[in-house]
């Protein structure tokens, strides 16, 4: 199979070119290095003079530290919404902004029932989630051959922060017909915010939905957010990335289904089986290590990992959540080298590559070979 993706084009194509038609499964120049969530440290945060949290609030800071995930890092796509909290501060919901180098988190419950949930009217006019929308029409504005990429957070995530995560999650289990309810109406925010976004520009849109593989199952998934999903992907009409962390195979195949694009997938699950489960290796965007190679391993092991998923059909290659704010740019840099020189490698050094390549189990530990 990896013989038949091989069949390189030789026009070059712009980075917009490039992601939209990996994403279709259409033939490329080379493979696309992609940031559904956040790529940016705080090396970079220093270099565009653009720190948090300012750049969570600020189109202008907001769009300057962005585009430096294009014109520094080298990827193919831009993605400003860097935190998760934009839409919860636009609708009320208590925020700790932090500083430079930790994230931005809601705290507090402001729900308990579905009955609780009220949103204020015109949250969308709310500045935080303005500059969002003001920042995707400027990167629009400064790179129009480039892939922008928006963020709306999924219902699930939205159930996190208005009921607290442990009190959602207990729900889930007490009152399933209480947690769908509520699931509806916070559904209503992630399309709406959705919808502004593609207006204001965004190419696609990446959808969180925290129903992670250590807290949540597959068939849980399948229960409360498979149709919510489906709904989504229909009532959005640009391509979403949808984004779940975690060990996610018993849920890939159902996440394929859903209309979304693309999953965006976490390093607890090996490419093979990903491209495997999901059934198209173009729904795949991913999934190289966060806390052990780009964090604290050097360059040559985000190398690594990149070709593995490469050599497994993946053409959309990132760090596989938002990634950790002092990590070495040395080591982000390693995947966009890695895609412009996929398409050079013999078959001989990209099985040396993928050896090297670290495995981990369900904890993220990395298992020794
Ligand atoms: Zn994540």
């Known amino acids: 199979m990896a013989q038949e993706l091989d ?3 030789e026009t070059e194509l712009t980075p917009k070119e490039r992601v939209t038609r990996a994403m279709e499964g259409k033939p490329l120049d080379r493979p696309a290095a992609v940031n559904p969530t956040s790529n940016i440290n705080v090396d970079l945060m220093n270099l565009t003079n653009s720190p948090f949290p300012e750049a969570h ?12 995930g294009h014109t520094i890092l080298g990827f193919d796509t831009i993605m400003p919404v860097f935190s998760i909290i934009a ?17 931005a988190t809601c705290r507090g419950v402001l729900c308990h029932a579905p009955e609780d949930l009220k949103f204020p009217k015109d949250w969308i006019k709310n500045e935080t989630a303005v500059a969002v929308l003001d920042c995707l029409k400027e990167l629009k504005r400064r790179h129009p051959e480039v892939y922008i990429i928006g963020k709306t957070m999924g219902p699930w995530t939205m159930g996190y922060h208005w009921f607290g995560t442990e009190n959602f999650l207990l729900m889930s289990y007490d009152d399933p017909d209480a947690t769908l309810k509520a699931l509806h109406i916070m559904k209503e925010t992630t399309i709406e915010f959705g919808l502004a976004q593609m207006e204001a520009g965004a190419d696609a849109l990446t959808v969180p939905d925290h129903a992670t593989g250590d807290l949540v199952s597959g068939e849980y998934y399948h229960k409360f957010l498979y149709d ?8 959005i009409p640009i391509p979403l990335i949808m984004h779940i962390c975690g060990r996610t195979v018993d849920r890939m195949g159902w996440i394929g289904e859903t209309g979304f694009a693309s999953f965006h997938f976490d390093s607890k699950n090996l ?11 173009k729904k ?72 090297m390549a670290p495995e981990y189990d369900i904890m993220g530990t990395v298992i020794e070979k």
């Open 87 to 103: 839409e919860s501060v636009a609708l009320g919901i208590p925020v700790d902004w932090m500083e430079k180098d930790n994230w």
């Open 271 to 281: 490419p093979n089986e990903s491209v495997e489960a999901i059934g198209d290796a």
């Open 7 to 9: 069949k390189w084009i």
């Open 284 to 355: 795949l965007i991913g999934n190289i290590n966060n806390p052990t190679v780009l964090f604290t391993r050097g360059p040559e092991f985000a190398y690594a990992e990149a070709v593995r998923a490469m050599n497994a059909g993946v053409r959309c290659i990132g760090p596989e959540c938002a990634v950790p704010l002092i990590a070495p740019t040395e080591n982000l840099k390693a995947i966009g080298q890695a895609v412009r020189d996929y398409p050079t490698l013999s078959e001989a050094k990209r099985a040396e590559w993928e050896a």
């Open 57 to 68: 609030r600020n189109p202008e800071t907001m769009t300057n530290l962005a585009e430096a």
């Open 228 to 235: 919510l999903h489906c709904e989504l992907s229909e009532a």
